[in-house]
């Protein structure tokens, strides 16, 4: 099995800055790869009973080389249930969660 990463930014009113430093890391590492589709962040907001929202990213299997750079931590594949494509590939969401159906 692959390994995900995931990066809590914390409040989501302060991670504006770090969410555009990790997206310059990845076009920066990832702009001449081929294999696009298997390559894309994806972020969600949450609160786990807090009152304020966290906002976590989390990194692909392909996009080990970015985690690592931004100190992400190993985790096991996110639900795909809240979660946003922050950079990445449209396809990626068939190829990584193929389980999920998607609508148009």
């Given at each position: 099995m692959?390994?995900?990463?995931?990066?809590?930014l914390?409040?989501?009113?302060?991670?504006?800055?770090?969410l555009?430093?990790?997206?310059?890391?990845?076009?920066?590492?990832?702009k001449?790869n081929?294999?696009?589709?298997?390559l894309a962040?994806?972020?969600?907001?949450?609160?786990?009973g807090?009152?304020?929202?966290e906002?976590k990213?989390?990194?692909?299997?392909?996009?080990a080389?970015?985690?690592?750079t931004?100190?992400?931590v190993?985790?096991?594949?996110?639900?795909?249930?809240g979660?946003?494509?922050l950079v990445?590939s449209?396809?990626s969401?068939?190829v990584?969660f193929?389980?999920?159906?998607f609508?148009k």
């Amino acid at each position: 099995m692959k390994c995900w990463f995931t990066m809590n930014l914390g409040d989501a009113m302060l991670a504006e800055e770090p969410l555009e430093h990790i997206k310059e890391l990845f076009l920066t590492a990832y702009k001449t790869n081929d294999n696009r589709r298997e390559l894309a962040l994806f972020i969600r907001h949450e609160s786990e009973g807090r009152l304020h929202c966290e906002v976590k990213v989390y990194f692909s299997p392909a996009t080990a080389i970015v985690a690592k750079t931004v100190n992400a931590v190993p985790c096991i594949k996110p639900s795909s249930n809240g979660l946003g494509l922050l950079v990445g590939s449209e396809n990626s969401w068939s190829v990584l969660f193929p389980e999920k159906t998607f609508s148009k």
